[in-house]
């Protein structure tokens, strides 16, 4: 439980940190000398944060849909880094695969229970080919995976929008880079359908993919062999070649999955949240992947619960942009914050005089030469 | 760009292969010249000056590129080239982008010099960038960050210069960037957390806060987000020279301080105490604290050269060019700024080769949708990623950076 | 000049690694300080060295006490250390090593290499130690890189050097080169401490020995007057059996076969020239050597994580030449790393993880592609039992370990499977005197139940008495195939440096 207290203390110095940020940027009113309205800012702030994740089932419904494709990244990163690969790819890999998942979606008709899931396939196919590049030229010469898949995504986001130009894919009636709309059938069911008159609940059963996503993760790890070769591959890649297992087929198939996995965001994303494709469809949501991993130090548990914190502070920055003065880049400092303090457990201890347990800090990055 | 020596005894296994691999390079360029350089028919023209317009006929220029390329690839395979071997790599490359030009252009003229310019000029962030993860990484630690400091100096610069003028704006992005690095130095170090971690934390960082800040304060206060940036200074009596003089010389001081910059690292690194210390540290750096040399403090003094440099950098847009600073303005350049170290092996002269390559291409770009080359701007666009993951794939692969970049380390 | 710890007492958490440690080294003599791995050797001198601070006592240098808060006072105060593992940086040359942190400049700070070429090649001809200021550190031999670590500590002044571990890498011809360095640094007036857990060598060269255990000083003797058993004695606590002790056995079927093996790296130099032995069943071959004369390579290349260029290697008539690590591990061959930290053990993970690091993919371990952890965990519980590995749980990780049960570790691992053919590389290597003679008497043991057992190791020592017969490898070569009962170890060793008993004088 003591971790669970430094997560905590992380976050309530994220938010005061935040807090400042907040006063000190409300230029206008200091200028006045108006504190009171600086100060009421930062309540009403994180008041429209609590309430835009959590307080109402609009709310919920929307966290649910932002942490989907967070947790799914999460997964791929995170599955990498336990082989010992950072995967900076996960934008580019969740481009390939949701626009794998278009494809299926709007040139097939055919009924939901089909369609649906072999959208989601796709994705994962398309996602886990586009990773498996990074994973061979690794393999077979070194290349570094921080450089080459920081490479792909900037070559994926090209080919996105020159896709989404071409006949095949753009939308007739448009000349913007949009695509051609997902079948209706082939759209991920949402999960409050049975609500009659709730057509506001947006939350989509990409979310069961992502669960159950994060439980293949974990019984991948622990239970399977491969999961094991992975485990001692990512700590000493030497012992791993001692032990007779093959290294550079674990590491393609790492990326490989690890690409599956994105893929898979990015099919829900495109038949789930959206329905369609635009040139920005995976958004930030890559890098975001990676805080994530960090955070949950790569294990399967701690990757949901921060994918659900990451995105339960997505749904309520919206509500906080929308009602406030505040804007939604707010998030992406707390995140900043909250990422830093939690990599810092000294840092929080000497702010809050409390006694952390500095543990063995294990390293994510094994310098370039691996 | 990389080390080649000729083929041949003495050589490792390792330049052999890279060796190899140029040839395969020439070859394939070869044969690309010929399908498809050869093409189009008519001339380009290639307007150098005012008043001349160089002119080169398209399909002779490419089959004459053609066969040379094809040959030099012959010969890299048989024997290599020994010592001449990155020269003659620069050359093919230049004629190969000549040929590709001659072969866009065809039909039509191009202002050429005019790209170069923009080409250099367009080099500064992503070099300064890269001097700043170079100094850090030969230190022994990774700078990730590289990218939220160019953002966050953008910023500091734009509002600052706005403000109290281009000069105190530089001051103020500089300053930004040694505050940044103090960040990454003071978690890295002192409280030894993940390098990577910090370094990304830093970019999310400055990416909120500079967007915040830019949202919630510049919308409503334009004032703080107009600047005056610098203009181009004619360098007496060099800027006179055709061609060059333009390209080089007729430049803003951001280009002359960058060029300045890479020099200067480069002769540091190499030829002064500072330079050595800092190798050691970056290499084996309980070697160096065994002999007395306080590898911490030299590591928080090159963490903080290497913030202004990046700061400088990072003035560049609002003070170099734009006179502004828009939300996410760097987008993604201090990547490119590490992957431009890595592609040119962690020395400075490599690091501006790799970023003339990428300004080349964003430079090309522009121009290009003005020409008819039935190529998707997008795959242009691409090109120099492309090149460096053919590069960094290729010719580099599992090359030496500073062993010791990365752990931590355990004084006492 | 007089050195003087006094009280000296370090703490790390969990740990007293010097516990009011008292001694006093003089100019003009030779210290000797022994105990086993993990006494306290190691952080005593990087306390007088100023890498660590004390939490207790003084350092008292002419009757004046000083502090050190980092190498550079002492080096200042004219301590020198001569590190056990090199503090070269690889890809720098000599000179460039040499003069760090004392770099001659000119102006701006611009470094005069001249001067510190010539610094070094006058130290080198004064010392006679023979070194090129411009070749680069990571080509050179391991003996050249130690004389390196010597300018390093003369050109600044040592007025007191400190050796820790020296002859670790060194041949029996070098390590007498070594001493006679030593004598020149003792006629030149400088003090020296002499770190070691080779007791032979410390009584040879030490005028007298300090005996370290568990953190406190036990005892200092008079070299001329002691014998090495008292000294080992100190050193552990009790009675101490310096030889294994085994039976003739009657030596079975040919197990290993190697015929014309040859291994080059990939710049085309030859790591193993032509190897060709046997292994019989029941019978310990050993191959002695200096390290970095191809043994690691040869053991990789019969283990499978190397490739050879030409000849073979057979296991009971089965051609495993090009076989996977893997094949070779199911077909009954097992290898006992000589790096256990890089290769053996995966420090983050847990003992049991650890236990079956190389047969996870065998049954009863798994199925298909599902681990059976429970099993595991059964196993790891008697193997931890059974060779006495002290730790709480067999669930904490495996670097809370001891160096020595690490190592256990790895012998239960590979030795408690049913075996043709053992591998052991430096199986005693950083291991303290307890678990050595534990591990001994294992391989024996596995001897005796029939396994062929190839032992690979720099500790002639211990090679010479575990080998039924002792093979000799130098520059990649097999040079000598000797009855260790019936050759002397100065015979050995001269076969270990490239010569022939008998040629001496000749040869190198």
Redesign the interface.
């Known amino acids: 439980m003591k971790s669970l207290r430094m997560t905590l203390l992380a976050l309530l110095s994220a938010m005061v940190v935040g807090g400042v ?1 907040i006063v000190l ?4 009113s200091l200028r006045d000398g108006d504190f009171a309205t600086a100060f009421g800012a930062v309540f009403s702030a994180y008041r429209a944060l609590f309430v835009g994740s959590f307080g109402s089932l609009r709310a919920i419904s929307s966290t649910i849909n932002s942490t989907v494709p967070l947790m799914l990244c999460g997964v791929s990163v995170s599955i990498a880094f336990k082989a010992g690969l ?1 995967n900076i790819g996960a934008t580019g890999q969740m481009l390939a695969g949701g626009m794998a998942a278009l494809w299926v979606g709007f040139s097939m008709n055919g009924p939901g229970i089909i369609q649906v899931p072999l959208a989601i396939l796709a994705g994962a196919v398309g996602g886990a080919l586009f990773g498996a590049i990074a994973g061979v ?1 690794k393999a077979r ?4 995976e ?3 898949t ?3 995504n ?2 994926a986001a ?2 996105v ?2 896709l989404l ?1 071409t006949n095949l894919f753009q939308r007739s009636d448009r000349t913007d880079p949009i695509s051609k709309l997902v079948d209706p059938a082939g759209r991920l069911p949402r999960l409050f359908g049975f609500l009659n008159g709730r057509e506001d609940l947006l939350a989509h059963s990409g979310f069961v993919v992502a669960l159950l996503a994060v439980g293949v993760f974990w019984w991948f790890l622990h239970r399977t062999t491969m999961g094991f070769e992975f485990r001692v591959l990512g700590l000493n890649s030497d012992a791993a070649q001692y032990a007779g297992m093959r290294t550079k087929r674990l590491t393609v198939l790492a990326m490989l999955f690890a690409g599956a996995f994105a893929g898979m965001a990015g099919a829900s994303e495109v038949t789930g949240t959206y329905g369609y494709a635009s040139q920005n469809f995976a958004g930030n949501i890559g ?1 975001d992947a ?2 994530i991993a ?1 955070l949950g130090r790569s294990s399967p548990l701690g990757t949901a619960f921060a994918a659900v914190l990451f995105g339960a502070l997505q749904a309520g920055g919206r509500q906080m942009q929308a009602n406030t ?3 939604i ?9 909250i ?2 303090f939690i ?2 457990p ?2 929080v201890k000497a702010i809050w005089r409390v006694k952390a347990d500095t543990g063995a ?1 294990s ?7 691996s | 760009m990389s080390d080649i020596k000729s083929a041949g005894i003495g ?4 330049q052999r292969k890279r060796s190899r691999n140029v040839g395969v390079v020439y070859v394939v360029l070869g044969l690309v010249s010929a399908t498809i350089f050869t093409n189009r028919p008519g001339n380009s023209g290639f307007k150098l000056l005012d008043d001349f317009i160089f002119v080169i006929p398209a399909r002779p220029f490419a089959w004459a590129l053609a066969i040379t390329l094809v040959a030099l690839g012959a010969a890299q395979l048989l024997r290599g080239m020994g010592k001449v071997t990155n020269v003659v790599l620069t050359v093919a490359t230049i004629s190969f982008v000549v040929g590709f030009l001659t072969w866009a252009a065809s039909g039509g003229s191009f202002s050429l010099t005019g790209m170069l310019q923009d080409t250099v000029t367009r080099s500064v962030p992503i070099t300064m960038g890269a001097i700043a993860g170079i100094i850090c990484e030969r230190s022994g630690i ?1 700078n990730i960050a590289i990218e939220g400091q160019l953002l966050g100096s953008a910023f500091a610069g734009s509002v600052v210069g706005s403000v109290l003028g281009p000069w105190p704006g530089v001051a103020a992005a500089m300053l930004m960037g040694v505050a940044l690095s103090g960040i990454l130095a003071v ?1 890295a170090i002192r ?8 370094g ?6 400055a ?3 500079t ?3 830019a ?3 510049l919308t ?2 334009p004032q703080y987000n107009l600047v005056k940036p610098f203009s181009p200074y004619r360098v007496p009596l060099l800027s006179e020279i055709p061609v060059i003089g333009v390209v080089l010389f007729t430049q803003t001081l951001f280009v002359y301080v960058s060029l300045a910059a890479v020099a200067v690292t480069t002769w540091a690194l190499f ?7 800092t ?2 540290i970056g ?2 750096p ?9 590898v911490i403090k030299l590591r928080y003094r090159n963490l903080l050269i290497a913030g202004a440099a990046a700061g400088f950098g990072g003035a560049w847009w609002p003070i170099g060019t734009v006179g502004r600073f828009d ?1 996410n303005i760097t987008s ?1 350049r201090g ?1 490119i700024a ?2 431009a170290v ?1 592609f040119g092996r962690w020395h400075p002269v490599g690091a501006l080769s790799a970023a003339l390559v990428f300004a080349f291409a964003e430079a090309l770009q522009l121009k290009l949708s003005n020409l008819n080359t039935g190529i ?1 701007s ?2 242009l ?2 090109a120099p ?2 090149v ?2 053919v590069v ?3 010719f ?3 090359s ?2 500073p ?1 010791a ?4 380390y355990e004084a ?1 | 000049m007089k050195l003087e710890l006094r009280g000296i007492t370090k703490r790390f958490p969990g740990v007293i690694a010097n516990d009011n440690v008292t001694l006093t080294v003089r100019t003009g003599e030779v210290l000797g300080l022994v105990g086993e791995n993990g006494a306290g050797k190691s952080t005593l001198m ?1 306390v007088l ?1 100023g ?3 004390a939490d207790e006592g003084t350092i008292v240098l002419d009757d004046v006490p000083v502090q050190f808060a ?3 006072d002492a ?1 200042c105060a004219g301590i020198g ?1 001569v ?1 056990q593992h090199f ?6 040359t000599v000179a ?2 040499v003069v ?4 001659p ?1 000119g102006m ?4 005069d290499i001249e001067k510190a070429r010539s610094m070094v090649t006058e130290i080198s001809n004064r010392y006679n130690l023979g070194l090129d200021p411009d070749a680069i550190v990571e080509s050179l031999p391991v003996g050249v890189q130690q004389r390196i670590e010597i300018v ?1 500590v003369l050109i600044r002044d040592a007025k007191i050097v400190v050796f820790d571990e020296p002859t670790a890498v060194l041949t029996p011809s070098e390590i007498i080169e070594f001493f006679s360095i030593v004598r020149t640094l003792i006629d030149s007036d400088k003090g020296v401490v002499f770190i070691t857990h080779k007791l032979k060598e410390a009584l040879s060269v030490a005028d007298r020995i300090a005996v370290l255990r568990r953190g406190s000083v036990v005892g200092e003797v008079v070299s001329a007057e002691a014998t090495e058993s008292q000294i080992a004695e100190m050193m552990v606590g009790r009675a101490v059996q310096l030889t294994v002790s085994k039976k003739r056995s009657d030596y079975g079927a040919t197990v290993l076969s190697v015929s014309g093996l040859t291994v080059l790296d ?2 085309g130099r030859t790591l193993v020239q032509d190897v060709s032995f046997d292994v019989r069943a029941s019978e310990i071959v050993g191959i002695a050597g200096v390290h970095g004369n191809g043994q690691t390579e040869l053991v990789e290349a019969l283990t499978g994580l190397r490739s050879t260029s030409s000849g073979k290697v057979y296991l009971e008539g089965v051609d495993i030449t090009k076989a996977s690590p893997r094949k070779r591990h199911s077909l009954g061959v097992a290898h006992i790393p000589e790096d256990r930290q890089r290769q053996g053990l995966v420090g983050g993970l847990s003992i049991v993880e650890n236990l079956v690091l190389t047969r996870y993919h065998d049954t009863p371990f798994s199925k298909r592609i599902q681990m059976n952890w429970g099993v595991a965990h059964q196993v790891a519980a008697d193997l931890v039992a059974q060779y006495d590995i002290r730790t709480q749980s067999a669930a904490d990780l495996a670097n809370t370990l001891s160096g020595g049960n690490q190592q256990k570790v790895i012998v239960a691992r590979e030795l408690s499977r049913d075996l043709r053919l053992a591998i052991c590389s430096q199986p005693t290597r950083g291991v303290d005197v307890g678990s050595i003679e534990y591990i001994h008497e294992q391989i024996v043991k596995e001897r005796d139940s029939g396994t062929a057992v190839l032992i690979v190791s720099t500790e002639l020592d211990e090679v010479m008495s575990l080998s039924d017969r002792l093979l000799v490898m130098y520059r990649g070569r097999i040079v000598a195939d000797v009855d260790p009962k019936t050759t002397s170890a100065m015979d050995v060793g001269l076969y270990m440096a490239g010569s022939t008993p008998g040629n001496v004088g000749v040869g190198v």
């Open positions: 940020i940027s409300d230029i206008d950072f030229l010469t070194g290349a570094h921080v450089i080459t920081i490479m792909l900037n070559m090209f080919m929008l020159w130009k890098f990676i805080a960090l003065d505040v804007p880049s707010l998030i992406v400092v707390l995140r900043a914050l990422v830093m990599a810092a000294l840092l800090q390293q994510t990055f094994r310098g370039w030469g | 050589q490792s296994a390792e990774i978690f409280y030894r957390v993940d390098q990577v971690i910090v990304f934390a830093i970019n999310f960082l990416l909120g806060l967007s915040f800040l949202s919630r304060v409503k206060n030829r002064t105490r500072w330079g050595l210390r190798r050691a290499e084996y309980k070697a160096a604290g065994t002999l007395g040399v306080d939300q993604g990547f590490l992957a890595i998707p997008e795959f666009l691409m990623y492309l460096t993951l960094v794939a290729g580099v692969g599992r030496r950076a062993r970049a990365g752990q931590i006492q | 990087n060295y890498l660590y601070k980092s190498p550079a080096i250390m590190h503090m070269l940086v690889p890809v720098f460039e090593n760090l942190g004392i770099e400049t701006l700070g611009i470094l390093k990939p710049d």
